[in-house]
């Protein structure tokens, strides 16, 4: 063989070498992974219909570690996911029918400060994101606070919250802040403590705007809140045992619009119970991709005992 052909040969071999290994890499990345009961082969019941779940198991990138995704915001394509390590990151999201055919960690960032530095560690604790013209919102814990970033992650400015949220001796514990965030053009920023605050009835969930809060009935510990349409919110709430891996995840839509003495109207969309054989995580996760269909995630934790798991589902109602 002519040896100009011969590396040429030798070329096209290795470029097919590297693609079957970039694609089984990227399918290790992210593997079928069922949450639904083994009786339970449909996943269509209440109100909604699971239509994919897979386990991601991304480890680094650019010495950022891929961990404990707390929160969701999805924006032409573009998947990103916010850890409550202070990271941030970007995946290139392929959904094609009712199927999450690929996820592809594209960028991962810390979050910092006006200054461009990192942030203070008691000020690192996000859990709430929300993608706003361009730019993402992100609620926090410890220091209950909604502030600002760009794509990258840098903060642009302090975003003003109800007066009730300011101070974390009014919370539960610093663990229980400012667990989801949501906006609207109609109601503004939106956001949630994970529990009620002291002093606060125990069977209601309040959400608040900067002059405005509505009440709702709880079900567990809210950590996502997502506008369905223009007055309904889609909320996520969890009960989770880190002990036992036992939970119940209710996914349930509050009018905020349709209130009677101080308290929205709401019903329960789906509850899924890991005692009723649901093979669920630390849900905490959730943003809106088309119209009545959604992304819900786990967060691992950091465990080696846990899964981040990512789920497309539908609501029916």
């Known amino acids: 063989m002519h040896p100009n052909k011969k590396r040429t040969a030798l070329g096209v071999a290795r470029l097919f070498f590297l693609f079957i290994f970039t694609s089984l890499s990227l399918q290790a990345q992210i593997q079928n992974y069922s949450i639904m009961p083994n009786s339970q082969k449909i996943g269509k019941f209440m109100s909604i219909n699971i239509l994919d779940s897979k386990e991601l198991k991304f480890e680094q990138l650019n010495d950022i570690k891929i961990t404990e995704i707390s929160a969701l915001a999805f924006n032409d394509g573009m998947l990103y996911a916010l850890s409550d390590k202070e990271y941030l990151y970007h995946f290139d999201l392929d959904i094609k029918n009712n199927t999450i055919k690929s996820l592809e960690l594209k ?144 996914l349930s839509k509050v009018n905020l619009n349709e209130c009677k003495d101080a308290i929205c109207s709401s019903k329960l969309l789906a509850t899924l119970d890991s005692k009723k054989g649901y093979k669920i995580d630390n849900f905490e996760g959730l943003t809106k991709v088309t119209q009545n269909k959604y992304l819900m995630i786990s967060d691992d934790n950091e465990s080696k005992f846990q899964k981040t798991l990512l789920v497309l589902l539908e609501i029916l109602d």
Do not use: M
């Open 107 to 250: 960028k991962a960032y810390t979050l910092k400060n006006k200054k461009n530095k990192k942030l203070k560690k008691e000020k690192r604790d996000a859990e709430g994101l929300v993608f706003v013209d361009n730019s993402l919102l992100i609620s926090f814990e410890t220091q209950p606070r909604v502030e600002l970033f760009s794509l990258e992650g840098v903060k642009i400015k302090d975003i003003e919250i109800h007066k009730d949220l300011e101070n974390i001796k009014s919370y539960e514990n610093e663990n229980k802040a400012l667990e989801a965030v949501a906006y609207s053009k109609k109601y503004g920023v939106i956001t949630a403590p994970e529990i009620p605050l002291k002093e606060k009835e125990r069977e209601y969930h309040t959400l608040y705007a900067k002059d405005k809060t509505w009440k709702f009935s709880a079900c567990g510990n809210i950590t996502a809140l997502e506008f369905i349409n223009k007055d309904e919110l889609l909320v996520l709430e969890r009960i989770y045992d880190k002990k036992t891996f036992e939970g119940v995840v209710y």
